[in-house]
């Protein structure tokens, strides 16, 4: 399956984004998909991932409450809508596919797209 994440840009803090993550291939239905991000000079880490059906959900405790991960198989996509953003929200996010639910770490994704970059100013 390729990925392709979309929807990154500059906002102040307390506004919102909603990333878009548009995937290829008839068995998108089959994957658990994921957000992850990377500020500079850290390592990538996970936000959220969401189950094939969309039915389960996870996020880290730090954006618990104000993003919200969701999906619609029938448009091959998956969305990140992200409120109350802070600073430190500030990273270049990445979408990610696998056939097994759950996995918190990258190295749990097989299929990664490229990232777009949310910046958020205070």
């Known amino acids: 399956v390729q990925l392709q994440a979309s929807g990154g840009g500059l906002v102040q803090a307390g506004g919102s984004l909603r990333l878009s993550c548009a995937a290829s291939?008839?068995?998108?239905?089959?994957?658990?998909m994921a957000w992850f991000r990377q500020a500079p000079g850290k390592e990538r880490e996970f936000v959220s991932v969401?189950?094939?059906?969309?039915?389960?959900?996870y996020y880290t405790d730090s954006v618990k409450g104000r993003f919200t991960i969701s999906r619609d198989n029938a448009k091959n996509a998956v969305y990140l809508q992200m409120n109350s953003l802070k600073p430190e929200d500030t990273a270049v996010y990445y979408c990610?596919?696998?056939?097994?639910?759950?996995?918190?770490?990258?190295?749990?994704?097989?299929?990664w797209g490229q990232g777009t970059l949310v910046t958020v100013s205070s």
């Open positions: 291939g008839r068995t998108f239905g089959s994957y658990a």
């Open positions: 969401i189950s094939w059906s969309g039915g389960r959900t």
């Open positions: 990610a596919a696998d056939t097994v639910y759950g996995a918190v770490t990258a190295q749990g994704y097989t299929y």
